[in-house]
């Protein structure tokens, strides 16, 4: 009988071994398939998680005022801009998106640079959105004219995809 039980135990004990070598294979095929799926994902995004480059299309952002500032009626904005490519426009221009109606400021921005532009905004004591748009040579040109010959009324709003950024400012004092 102690022949049958040490080969019954000889038996479990073998059993039990196939089943920790078993287990430790699956393991360690889970562990590779796992690591290798990492190294694929780290090649394949990992440059443009770790990129400092900046967009390549035209790219531009108000710095300063603030968004939700209190302006007075000069204001100084600060803007910085980025890949405005040749026949490409930028202006500062005021939108009241509940008239669908815009006041072009300034086209005196020099393009790809950070500068300081001043703009005067005389409209009434309530929120308005100063937009920094990119525009092609026929709507520079109208805008142009509309702030050449001091017109009094808004021009059409443009669609917000032409906007490289917009802020709301409230005009105070």
Same mark, same amino acid.
């Given at each position: 009988m102690t =022949?049958? *039980?040490?080969?019954?135990?000889?038996?479990?004990?073998? =059993?039990? *071994?196939h089943k920790k070598t078993k287990s430790g294979k699956s393991n360690r095929i889970s562990f590779a398939?796992?690591?290798?799926l990492c190294i694929f994902l780290f090649i394949y995004f990992g440059t443009s998680l770790f990129s400092s480059q900046k967009p390549t299309g035209p790219w531009g952002r108000i710095i300063t005022p603030a968004p939700g500032s209190t302006t007075s009626k000069d204001v100084a904005v600060l803007l910085e801009t980025k890949n405005i490519g040749p026949g490409q426009y930028l202006w500062l221009v005021v939108d009241k998106p509940l008239l669908e109606l815009c006041w072009p400021k300034t086209s005196k921005i020099q393009p790809n640079h950070k500068l300081q532009v001043n703009i005067h905004e005389s409209g009434p004591k309530e929120p308005y959105t100063l937009s920094l748009y990119l525009v092609n040579k026929t709507i520079n040109d109208q805008w142009q004219y509309w702030f050449?010959?001091?017109?009094?009324?808004g021009m059409p709003m443009l669609p917000k995809r032409k906007r490289l950024d917009a802020i709301v400012l409230m005009l105070g004092n």
């Open positions: =022949i049958e *039980k040490d080969t019954e135990k000889e038996f479990i004990n073998l =059993i039990n *071994k398939a796992a690591s290798i050449d010959h001091e017109i009094f009324g």
